[in-house]
């Protein structure tokens, strides 16, 4: 094993930027050496391994690598030369709609750009709010589409949703009422560079769902040398206080909960397999997959990954996060888009509303910061939390829990209660 190692770390020395993807290949059949042996380096991604085998993307020499191994491969760039493009919009288009979209419904959406891609295209973000302009005490929750430009349906998905919702706000009870009362934030694409290229990474070859922060390797949480993707989902993470979100994937069908960088469980493991439940079981593809006992998974137990917008998510900005994965295909032919929505509409509704299975406090001063020490209801500390703008929110499990506030120089304990009921009540005390 250690000759093989050291014939690895040979190959990879030769690329010019080590985790730079030249490669994108497709490894057949269960391998779990060499699985193991290719998540312990930095300069190899491992993606969605299956029955059938496991993607493995790298540096130019990666393939000889396992030509020399003996391993049976294919070449993912040759596969992707019978993808149908067609019908699917530029980001040119995309933007054109989003901005349609924020002109004609003005009083509950607003669209900005949290910052530039490496080819200086707009990373566009809708803020839907019933007082759109004003920054309210209510949960806050995000979807973010596409961070692997190749993986669309996403993407196409989040806008239709988007759009739908915009359209039946103040005829459809259940979307006016969650309109009304959450801060929902939605990015179609966090990497439109690479869907223009028709690629997984970004325009500098990096994949952006390895290159977030990973407290398992002591990585500091700090965008310096990140990729500027990257840093924008950073700056926008600590600017904001949000408590749910998901990132949609392609490539398989099933939702992916933490951890994925390492096999311990969630502190809130519960929670996390109870809320991708709740988005598998409305989807009828993802509830009756053949790979994933009812439709979820635990995403190191898929397999690990580091450096992944899931877990530091959660590490640094308690932002519950889980990963969807819509599609088998990661860029189906644009007539399927529909079918796709069907499948995922309930799910994505219902897990909005999931943001409000939680509790929260208030203070008069907006700008306040302090911090929560969560309790259960046998007093047993389930993590202490910081937060900023005068406002806390956690989504929890249904129970009776201890607030231990220390806010503005004063302590002070409130006992919450949150139910099954996510009805979009407020659940906040006042300070």
Same mark, same amino acid.
Request: charged share 25%.
């Given at each position: 094993m250690k000759t093989i190692v050291l014939a690895l770390a040979f190959v990879?020395?030769?690329?010019?930027?080590?985790?730079?993807?030249?490669?994108?290949l497709f490894v057949m059949g269960s391998q779990p050496a060499l699985l193991k042996e290719l998540v312990g380096h930095a300069d190899i991604t491992v993606d969605h391994l299956d029955s059938h085998g496991f993607e493995v993307y790298g540096p130019n020499g990666l393939g000889e690598f396992l030509t020399e191994r003996g391993v049976a491969f294919y070449d993912l760039k040759d596969a992707r030369k019978? @993808?149908?493009?067609?019908?699917?919009?530029?980001?040119?288009?995309?933007?054109?709609?989003?901005?349609e979209l924020a002109t004609k419904y003005p009083q509950i959406v607003r669209l900005t750009s949290i910052g530039k891609t490496v080819k200086g295209r707009e990373l566009?973000?809708?803020?839907?709010?019933?007082?759109?302009?004003?920054?309210?005490?209510?949960?806050? !929750?995000?979807?973010?589409?596409?961070?692997?430009?190749?993986?669309?349906?996403?993407?196409?998905?989040?806008?239709?949703?988007?759009?739908?919702?915009?359209?039946?706000? =103040?005829?459809?009870?259940?979307?006016?009422?969650?309109?009304?009362?959450?801060?929902?934030?939605?990015?179609?694409?966090?990497?439109?560079?690479?869907?223009?290229?028709?690629q997984r990474a970004n325009a500098n070859g990096q994949? %952006?769902?390895?290159?977030?922060?990973?407290?398992?390797?002591?990585?500091?949480?700090?965008?310096? $040398?990140?990729?500027p993707e990257t840093q924008a989902i950073m700056a926008f993470q600590a600017s904001r206080n949000f408590s749910l979100s998901a990132n949609f994937h392609g490539g398989a069908v099933v939702a992916n909960y933490p951890w994925d960088?390492?096999?311990?469980?969630?502190?809130?493991?519960?929670?996390?397999?109870?809320?991708? %439940?709740?988005?598998?079981?409305?989807?009828?593809?993802?509830?009756?997959?053949?790979?994933?006992a009812r439709g979820i998974t635990n995403g190191a137990d898929?397999? @690990?990954?580091?450096?992944g917008m899931q877990d530091w998510s959660y590490v640094w900005h308690n932002d519950l996060q889980i990963t969807v994965e819509l599609s088998d295909s990661k860029w189906p032919n644009y007539k399927d888009i529909p079918g796709f929505y069907t499948s995922n509409r309930d799910s994505m509704i219902r897990y909005m509303e999931l943001v409000h299975q939680g509790?929260?406090?208030? %203070?008069?001063?907006?700008?306040?910061? =302090?911090?929560?020490?969560?309790?259960?209801?046998? $007093?047993?500390? %389930?993590?202490?939390?910081?937060?900023?703008? =005068?406002? !806390?929110?956690?989504v929890l499990s249904p129970g009776a829990y201890t607030f231990k506030v220390e806010a503005e120089g004063a302590r002070k304990s409130i006992n919450v209660t949150v139910d099954t009921d996510v009805a979009t009540n407020?659940?906040?005390?006042?300070?």
């Open positions: 990879l020395s030769s690329a010019a930027l080590a985790a730079k993807i030249q490669e994108e019978n @993808v149908d493009w067609t019908n699917y919009p530029s980001y040119e288009q995309i933007k054109a709609k989003l901005e566009m973000v809708l803020k839907i709010s019933d007082n759109v302009a004003v920054d309210e005490i209510e949960p806050e !929750f995000k979807y973010i589409s596409s961070m692997h430009g190749d993986e669309i349906t996403g993407r196409e998905l989040t806008i239709r949703l988007v759009d739908e919702m915009l359209e039946k706000y =103040g005829k459809d009870s259940a979307i006016t009422d969650l309109i009304n009362n959450t801060e929902i934030y939605v990015m179609p694409s966090m990497n439109p560079d690479g869907s223009e290229l028709r994949d %952006l769902n390895r290159n977030f922060p990973e407290a398992v390797r002591n990585d500091p949480n700090s965008s310096a $040398g990140r990729q960088a390492k096999y311990d469980r969630h502190p809130f493991d519960a929670l996390v397999q109870d809320f991708s %439940l709740e988005y598998a079981n409305l989807n009828p593809e993802m509830r009756s997959s053949r790979e994933f898929w397999y @690990v990954l580091y450096g509790a929260g406090i208030k %203070l008069a001063n907006r700008s306040a910061t =302090g911090r929560v020490e969560v309790l259960n209801a046998q $007093g047993a500390s %389930l993590g202490t939390y910081g937060f900023q703008r =005068g406002e !806390f929110y956690k407020g659940n906040y005390t006042s300070l």
